[in-house]
């Protein structure tokens, strides 16, 4: 038995030390760490459970029978993160170039399959080359198989997708089916053909990371939410953003010790919002002023920054916050921020954490472009996301809250628990100076001073229409509240909300616009 023993040690110890010292060279002069490295920084110290270490493929042909190396270039398991369980399954590109085969697809099976089970968060750490050519289609057949579990675990476990390497071909769309993708600059790529055949097809000449690199993803196509200079940060966010989801459907986010006082004024966001709605802000810098130690996550920070979309604590619980930025594009809402929103809140809504709206919105952004792109298709988007999450909505109208995209974004109408507005807000079809020029266009053009005559109508739309309190004296609004006491309301109200339940229809599942 102790020899034996011994075997097993010496097994263990090269499958720890993984293929070859050239190997692991050849990785770390990419300025990349090696597979055991990335699970040390993501999990607990200590806590890692490895699933499969001993196993090989079996396949032949091509040189691979005289190839067999442990593990078959994925290292699969669960461990903890700040104390609560977490799977991973991360690809180790010294073997076979993190290539996808039988063995290593059914390893991935067989941890996705264990987190949906325990109903526990799901990380993978992408660095592969791809298919297995060598293994033909049963190498096509395994990503089939991560596919359809990666779509079964929508929405019932947080799903999180690493790039730490390339991902190129039809590999790219787990990351694509999963809820978050994280990228590092320099070393990660992602893209379903690559620059060689984009050449040959087009003619067009690029580089793998401009055509599928961290920054292009995260700021040009939206593939990415988060990117980072170096994998250690980048690992360290993901564990900050395991903090804020729950482990599954079935819980709400955990909450966290809170010093930040639940009754806090926030006089400072009287003079951070100009009352002229025609002058921009920094809608962050409203956030930090509202949330727990000013602490938030942006998601897709860098991706149709004309909207915010952020994690966050109100006392010790998370919230998600949709807002409109006034900084950029004057905060109206197009393609690109309905599709942001709206998979924002149906992620919200698929794990229990209750939605806060911030409004400032003058419409949707008008434009050939635009309407060709098709803005009423996505732009619908959201409105089925809001319309169809049950989680507690609490909106709060800042300024400007116009026409459709007032509507869109979380109004009452629609099914907001809660809506409240500053003294400063303005709800309407539209503004006072497009809505006066429609509705007294004839008496404007016969006035002797046209001018004068424009600015006293809409002096007067504005006095009957657009005044502060109208929506609140028609039950529009639930409140006008002071600045700052924002925090508090907030706080209060969510408080009130955390025990809302609501029955869904009995339907297979809604058809949401595309």
Known sequence: MRSQVEELAGIRERVL????????????????????????????????????????HRATGFGLEAKKPYTDGVVTGWGTVEGRTVFVYAHDFRIFGGALGEAHATKIHKIMDMAIAAGAPLVSLNDGAGARIQEGVTALAGYGGIFRRNTKASGVIPQISVMLGPCAGGAAYSPALTDFVFMVRETSQMFITGPDVVKAVTGEEITQNGLGGADVHAETSGVCHFAYDDEETCLEEVRYLLSLLPRNNRETPPAAPCDDPADRRCDG???????????????????????DDGEYLEVHQRW??????????????VVGIVANQPQTLAGVLDIEASEKAARFVQMCDAFSIPIVTLLDVPGFLPGVGQEHGGIIRHGAKLLYAYCDATVPRISLILRKAYGGAYIVMDSQSIGADLTYAWPTNEIAVMGAEGAAGVIFRRQIAEADDPEAMRAELVKEYRAELMHPYYAAERGLVDDVIDPA?????????????????????????GNPPQ
């Open 17 to 56: 030390a993984g293929p070859s010292e050239k190997a692991t060279a050849a990785q770390k002069a990419k300025g990349k760490l090696t597979v055991r490295e990335r699970i040390g920084l993501l999990l607990d110290d200590g806590s890692f459970h490895e699933v499969e270490p001993l196993r090989r």
């Open 485 to 509: 006491d924002t925090r508090r309301v907030l706080i209060g109200a969510l408080a009130m909300l955390r025990t809302k339940h609501a029955e869904r229809p009995a339907r297979k599942h």
């Open 304 to 317: 149709a920054r004309n909207i915010i979309c952020a994690l966050a604590r109100l006392d010790g619980q």
């Open 269 to 291: 966001l009287a003079d951070l919002v100009p009352a002229d709605g025609n002058r921009p802000y920094d809608m962050t810098r409203v956030i930090e002023e509202v949330v």
